[in-house]
């Protein structure tokens, strides 16, 4: 095992823009593992429509089943409470121990309030960023204006060092436009996996 990646979310529900992500990234990076991480509560966001932790662990088994280079860890859901990256990269951290390389994977748009993360600097020290672009949002600007623009000058450059800025094949999926398109009736075929939509249908998810 040389290097991997840690996929965190909320997954709620998982799509084929972070199935795509994933899968670019692994080849792109050469890495032996994916591991998608569902988030038990998300701290920075208002958990609207959140299915229950273990709905979301079970779509995102579903989704990512047929690769063999592709895990799901239910360490954060195990965790309980609200997720914390730190803590989670930490358990992987000592998981894998120092020889292993660990990647984080994040959107476009969580790059925007990283610099506020809990513990980011104990973060950068364990593993490294992979910010990935996203329908929407202007990556490079985003880096600019968020990292060259912090308060803390040495975080910023730290994270600026730490942070690898990948353009990906723009996928404009994402979970609020699939929860939105199930509670108007409308198809969210091709745009997740098809045990998915049979289960989000199955059990009366989003409606
Ligand atoms: P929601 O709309 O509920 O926020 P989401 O589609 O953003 O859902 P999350 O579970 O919040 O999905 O995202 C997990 C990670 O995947 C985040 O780092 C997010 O930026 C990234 N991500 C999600 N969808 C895409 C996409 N289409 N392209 C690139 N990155 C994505
Ligand atoms: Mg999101």
Same mark, same amino acid.
């Given at each position: 095992m040389k290097a991997i990646a840690i996929? +965190? +979310?909320?997954?709620n529900p998982i799509h084929y823009g972070h199935l795509a992500v994933a899968e670019e990234i692994r080849t792109k990076f050469n890495l032996d593992k994916v591991i998608f991480v569902p988030t038990n509560l998300p701290p920075h966001k208002n958990p609207v429509d959140l299915v229950s932790a273990r709905q979301r662990w079970l779509?995102?088994?579903? &989704?990512?089943?047929?690769?063999?280079c592709f895990e799901v860890s239910s360490f954060e859901i195990d965790s309980g +409470?609200?997720?914390?990256?730190?803590?989670? *990269?930490?358990?992987?951290?000592?998981?894998? +121990?120092?020889?292993?390389?660990i990647y984080f994977i994040v959107g476009a748009d969580m790059l925007i309030d990283i610099a506020a993360w809990k513990n980011i600097g104990e973060i $950068?020290?364990?593993?490294?960023? *992979? &910010?990935?672009?996203?329908p929407g949002y202007d990556i490079q600007k985003i880096f600019n204006q968020y990292f060259l623009g912090a308060k803390n000058a040495? $975080?910023?450059?730290? $994270?600026?060092?730490? &942070? $690898?800025?990948?353009?990906?094949?723009? *996928?404009?999926?994402?979970?609020?436009? *699939?929860?939105?398109?199930?509670?108007?009736?409308?198809?969210?075929?091709?745009?997740?996996?098809? &045990?998915v939509e049979q289960f989000i249908h199955n059990h009366q998810l989003y409606l």
């Open positions: 996929f +965190g +979310g909320t997954f779509m995102t088994n579903m &989704a990512t089943v047929s690769n063999p +409470g609200k997720s914390y990256a730190v803590d989670t *990269i930490k358990h992987f951290r000592e998981h894998f +121990g120092d020889n292993v390389k $950068l020290k364990m593993c490294r960023f *992979i &910010a990935v672009s996203r040495s $975080l910023a450059s730290e $994270l600026m060092e730490n &942070a $690898l800025v990948e353009e990906v094949s723009m *996928i404009d999926i994402s979970s609020t436009v *699939i929860r939105q398109r199930v509670k108007e009736w409308k198809s969210i075929k091709y745009m997740v996996p098809e &045990a």
